[in-house]
């Protein structure tokens, strides 16, 4: 099957050179980086209510013939092992260019995995087991999750000092306790 039908920039209605992002079609404005811990599945839902201005899950958009064309939500989730920053600043620049979104939340939880071990002890396991050293490979703060208040301030500041992150990105560190649903705020970079 030829999958080229299907691409934006061989449609013929496409400019590639004037893009000016897909916000018309998909509103989106925030983007909350998270743990992949299933028990943590609501955590995007929580920092929608939280802003108060955000839709999630939102509802596709169709067009005459029943295409979606579009959708109503307006925040993106994105998940990865203990919801760590590390992990997001490539996905920060593609939805910037995107979206020209303006807000990442980043939400570590209670019970998080990320909490069971220190960074050496992976790099341990790694080369143990796979006998590969993976020690240069990570920033060791990123690894794993030793305090929460402290890996939220470490994840804002890595986004923050990163050269795909826009400066006028506002930032946004929370904690989610996975048994009541609470989200609470520990920490805050929004440029004036």
């Not at 939400?107 to 796979?130: K, L, M, N």
């Not at 990123?142 to 923050?160: G, M, N, Q, T, Y």
């Not at 990163?162 to 989200?183: Q, S």
């Amino acid at each position: 099957m030829d999958f080229t039908p299907y691409e934006f920039r061989n449609q013929p209605w496409f400019d590639q050179q004037n893009f000016q992002g897909f916000n018309e079609a998909i509103p989106m404005k925030t983007m909350v980086v998270h743990c992949f811990d299933p028990r943590a599945a609501e955590i995007p839902e929580a920092v929608a209510e939280h802003f108060g201005d955000e839709v999630f899950p939102g509802e596709n958009v169709l067009d005459e013939e029943g295409n979606r064309v579009g959708h109503t939500r307006t925040l993106f989730p994105l998940a990865n092992a203990g919801g760590r920053a590390v992990d997001a600043v490539q996905a920060v620049a593609t939805m910037d260019y995107l979206f020209r979104f303006k807000t990442v939340a980043v939400v570590h939880h209670s019970f998080c995995g990320a909490t069971a071990f220190g960074p050496d002890q992976i790099i341990d396991r790694y080369r143990d087991e796979h006998g590969v050293d993976i020690s240069d490979t990570f920033a060791r703060e990123s690894l794993s999750i030793p305090h929460f208040d402290e890996s939220v301030k470490h994840d804002l500041a890595l986004l923050r000092s990163h050269p795909a992150v826009p400066k006028e990105t506002r930032l946004f560190g929370f904690f989610y306790e996975i048994n009541t649903g609470k989200l609470v705020e520990i920490a805050r970079d929004v440029p004036a």
